[in-house]
């Protein structure tokens, strides 16, 4: 065993959990550490998570134009011919260079890497288990947990990652399936769903709730289950999946309405189980400082403050939306805390995207929980069939829709599906981070053309002054 070495900061995991709380510590002085095992840094979200599934969301959707799009706008090519090896090799290359950029952003910030299984070992105690079996102990006056989550298998669908995958094997299939079967209706299988169904396959969505995308705002749930329709995406709502048996022939599987019923069979080439995640705390050594996890296994904390005193978790791995912007915020907050200052979280403006086509992005209350709470509100909307630029680019479908309370105006939600609407959400973040009313958006000007103007449009009808529709 080596040599004890000594730290303010040693955080277990390298996501962006664990990357910017050891930036941010770095930053503020503190001696830290970080341990991954996974051999690279970038967690979850680098590796096999956002950035692999951004990567394959865009270059699927340019095959898709110049399949389908180029010609209308008088770009006549020959019908492209799909190089998947390619593809992934050149999502492989932009993951290698994203990961090798954390790494420097560890050197830059003097936060030493250990590649191994971080193991707490009592308190103020991290084991290093090297991927050679050699330990080390490190010594530490804090420790932050941020190891993250793992796909949440699905009872009778054992994962083969050939025939039954997750996401994870979703992001590299040697060829495109004739046939895809999406188990989950959420974020993460749709997506993937749209990216695959852009390559070729024939994708079916099952999913045990009667509606798409919980958490999403209704009207824009049930008008994005529409679009997807649209471009050929077929679902299959208050279903569940209770067996598949896979063969030569492909997946096997037992359908059943969710609240009981008759059986159902349907064979798919690929089954993608997509069901959501759940936290990964897996020989972590919790027990050795008397932490243990709820029943759906995250760590609780207040503030980020574990049970056990210098031990903190952030991320994946506690409550709160599976994002990778919201582990950073809690890294920043959680370090910010460690070194003395006021961190906070407002959980309330944690955004949500979808990158499909149109993507969909909201931030704050949706109109289901402001009636649910019997908030008194006022709606503005506008559709993108209006904008000049969504109607000049051919990219129409949608609408912003703005909710803000009745009385003082102040926003309270807003929800787009469109064009990029995932880079206009973020306008609205600083609004409403601000405490802003509809009308201080509505009075700010907009670069036209742009998609952004349908943002101040949608506001500017909570007081019933749209101008262009
Ligand atoms: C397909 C897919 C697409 C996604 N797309 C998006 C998106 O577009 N936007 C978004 O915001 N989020 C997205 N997410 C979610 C996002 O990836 C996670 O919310 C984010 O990675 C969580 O960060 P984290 O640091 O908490 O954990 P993770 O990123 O999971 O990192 C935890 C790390 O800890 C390591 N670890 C665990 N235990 C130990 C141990 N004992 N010792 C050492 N290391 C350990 C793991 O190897 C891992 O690398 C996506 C997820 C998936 C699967």
Not at 230 to 253: C, D, N
Not at 422 to 446: I, K, N, P, W, Y
Request: proline residues 4%; hydrophobic residues 45%; glycine residues 12%.
């Amino acid at each position: 065993m080596a040599e004890d070495q000594n730290f303010d900061v040693v955080i277990i995991g390298g996501g962006p959990g664990g990357y910017n709380a050891a930036v941010r510590a770095g930053q503020l002085g503190l001696k830290t550490a970080i341990v991954e095992m996974r051999g690279v840094l970038g967690g979850t979200c680098l590796n096999v998570g956002c950035m692999p599934s951004k990567a394959l969301l865009h270059a699927s959707e340019l095959f898709e134009a110049a399949s389908s799009e180029f010609a209308s706008i008088g770009i006549e090519v020959p019908a492209p011919k799909l190089n998947l090896v390619q593809m992934m090799k050149a999502k492989q290359d932009s993951v290698t260079a994203l990961t090798k950029g954390v790494e420097f952003l560890m050197k830059k910030n003097k936060v030493t890497y250990f590649v191994g299984r971080g193991t707490i070992a009592g308190q103020g105690r991290v084991t290093v288990t090297g991927n050679d079996g050699a330990t080390q102990t490190l010594v530490t006056k804090n420790i932050v947990i941020a190891t993250g989550s793992e796909p949440t298998p699905l009872p009778g669908v054992d994962v083969d990652q050939k025939q039954i995958v997750d996401s994870t094997g979703a992001l590299s299939l040697p060829s495109v399936p004739k046939s895809l079967v999406v188990v989950g209706a959420g974020i993460i299988g749709l997506e993937l769903g749209s990216v695959w169904r852009r390559l070729g396959a024939q994708v079916t969505v099952v999913e045990f709730l009667d509606r798409i995308t919980p958490g999403m705002d209704t009207e824009v749930a049930t008008a994005f289950q529409k679009a997807l329709v649209k471009q050929g995406v077929s679902f299959k709502l208050g279903t569940k999946v209770t067996k598949a048996a896979t063969g030569a022939k492909g997946v096997e599987l037992t359908l059943e309405p969710a609240a009981g019923g008759a059986q159902e069979k349907v064979t798919a080439d690929v089954v993608l189980v997509a069901i959501g995640r759940r936290p990964f705390t897996k020989g972590l050594g919790l027990e050795t400082v008397g932490v243990t996890t709820d029943q759906r296994g995250f760590i609780p904390t207040n503030h980020f403050k574990t049970a056990a005193p210098g031990v903190w978790a952030i991320g994946d791995v506690i409550t709160g939306p599976m994002l990778a912007h919201k582990a950073e915020e809690d890294a920043v907050a959680c370090i910010e805390l460690i070194a003395g200052k006021a961190g906070h979280v407002d959980y309330n403006l944690v955004p949500s995207v979808v990158y499909t086509f149109p993507e969909v992005a909201w931030v704050g209350q949706t109109e289901d929980q402001l009636k649910a709470a019997g908030v008194q509100y006022k709606a503005g909307k506008f559709p993108f069939t209006a904008n000049s630029r969504a109607k000049i680019n051919h990219e129409t479908e949608g609408f912003v829709k703005f909710l803000a309370d009745a009385k003082t105006d102040k926003v309270l939600g807003v929800h787009m599906m469109g064009p990029q609407v995932g880079e206009m959400v973020g306008e609205v973040c600083v609004l409403m981070a601000f405490g802003g009313a509809s009308e201080d958006l509505a009075r700010t000007c907009h670069p036209h053309p742009t998609r952004s103007e349908a943002v101040r449009q949608a506001a500017m009808g909570v007081e019933g002054w749209t101008m262009q529709a």
